[in-house]
């Protein structure tokens, strides 16, 4: 790929402004409101930037490029512009577009800082993990000096009250919201603490010799991370930290094959079919009201009594159904919260949920793949899915290109890695203690997928048969 540098004077104020904007995301500066600004800002610098990198493709490479992102283009448009959305205000419409240029500007920079002549991946990786860290050690200072370590396990079953009402001590943790400290769930910071503990099996494929500076980085980001889920301590977290090391053994100690084997593809095609025929299956029992393992015992025991699932059947339901019938507009394009049910209520009241001051969250998914099917119908759940799949494969093929920044790259596939495997299980939608009704998505505005969505953007690789190395699949400096 040509590519001219016009302006050195230029570039490295872009390349510090670049790396400005990912810290930031990742510290969450200033919250919700300050994310909106950070969306904004970085779909301008990657317009800007995809003019000075001067980035050209062939005509294979731009329909592979084109191919990838359609269901990422399907996902991210509908999830940002929604009936869920606009329904709740005009200003939503606004909020909408920044949601959407924020998630394709954050894209677009992950596909284009592999370019740039001066930010390599250690460099980008430092200022991210730099960001991670800060704050869960800032929010985990907070904590010990409000709660003290260990205060899930000494209080267990303690309550205070706040305003009238009582709260358990064991289900809540400090965390740094904006330019503020709140009580957050244990599920919504835990996932900023865990991907970061995920990074320390990278450290298994680096040389503390010649990568001195990235081993003691990722080290300490790693670490803060541990000790966070330590001393509260979050031990649904740290049991889900398991596999993730285990993963990361395998890996350093047993060689993976570039191509991909046959039994490795026969189990991705029976593993994503049961999957397909789960939520589809799924999908039908929810229209009809009923739970796909409410008959059958051992599927109750697998699906954990439907503390699992049931929000999921909620959410299917609302979204597929208006008036207990098939509902065509927001099955595709989400589900209405003021609706009004048979029963004369909306979504949106605690009647539907419950009945209870309480009720409203509900419908807290644990599983965020699912909130893509609230929040922007099933147009937004099956691009999501169809995109996963490709950044997949994309993640596999960017893991065997050269042995340059290997140990880099097995730390970015974890971070990536981890918060897939925290957010299908321990998402958390509701996340603020004193402000239970106040939903918060893990897709809109929110500052950590953002930082995701730049990973995958920056791991592409073409997957649709290319055999040459694509311009846009490779690292032009390393350290």
Known sequence: MEQTNKNSGYGKIVSFLILLLLGLTAFNFGGSIGTNYLEIIVFAVAMLSLVYFEVKLDKVERNNLFFWLIPFVFFAFFVSISIFWISFSTNSIYTSIVSLLGIAGFMGLGLLLKKHPEINLKIVLSFILGGLALIVLSSLIFTLVEYGPFYVTLHENQEYFYDGSAFLVSSETGWLSGF????????????????????????????????????????????????????LPYKTALLFLIPVYALGLLIRFFKIPTKIPLWEKITSLIALGITVILVLFMLIMAI????????????????????????????????????????????????????????????????????????????????????????????????????????????????????????????????????????????????????????????????????????????????????????????????
């Open 180 to 231: 503020s400290f709140v009580s957050v769930t244990l599920g919504y910071a835990g996932v900023y603490a865990f991907i970061l503990a995920s990074t320390l099996p990278g450290l298994l494929f680096l040389n503390p010799r010649s990568q001195k500076i990235p081993f003691y980085f990722i080290l300490g980001a790693g670490l803060v991370g541990l000790l966070f889920l330590v001393l």
């Open 288 to 479: 009809q009201g009923t739970d796909f393992y409410s008959s059958s015992s051992f599927l109750s025991r697998i699906f954990d009594n439907s503390r699992l699932t049931d929000p999921i059947n909620q959410t299917i339901n609302a979204t597929l159904k208006n008036y207990d019938s098939f509902s065509l507009i927001e099955s595709l394009f989400g589900m209405n919260p003021y609706q009004v049910t048979p029963q004369g209520i909306t979504y949106y009241s605690v009647s539907y949920w419950g009945g209870t001051a309480t009720a409203w969250p509900l419908i807290n998914l644990k599983t965020f793949e699912f909130s893509t099917l609230m929040e922007g119908g099933l147009m937004a759940f099956f691009g999501f899915c169809v995109f996963m799949v490709f950044a997949i494969m994309s993640f596999r093929s960017f893991l065997h290109r050269g042995t340059k920044q290997f140990g880099l790259r097995i730390v970015m596939a974890f971070l990536v890695l981890a918060y897939f495997l925290y957010m299908s299980f321990l998402s958390s939608s509701f996340p603020f203690i004193r402000e239970p009704y106040s939903y918060v998505s893990p897709f809109r505005s929110n500052s950590l997928f953002l930082i995701i969505v730049f990973l995958i953007g920056y791991s592409y690789t073409p997957i649709f048969g290319v055999k040459k190395v694509s311009s846009l699949s490779e690292d032009v400096r390393y350290e």
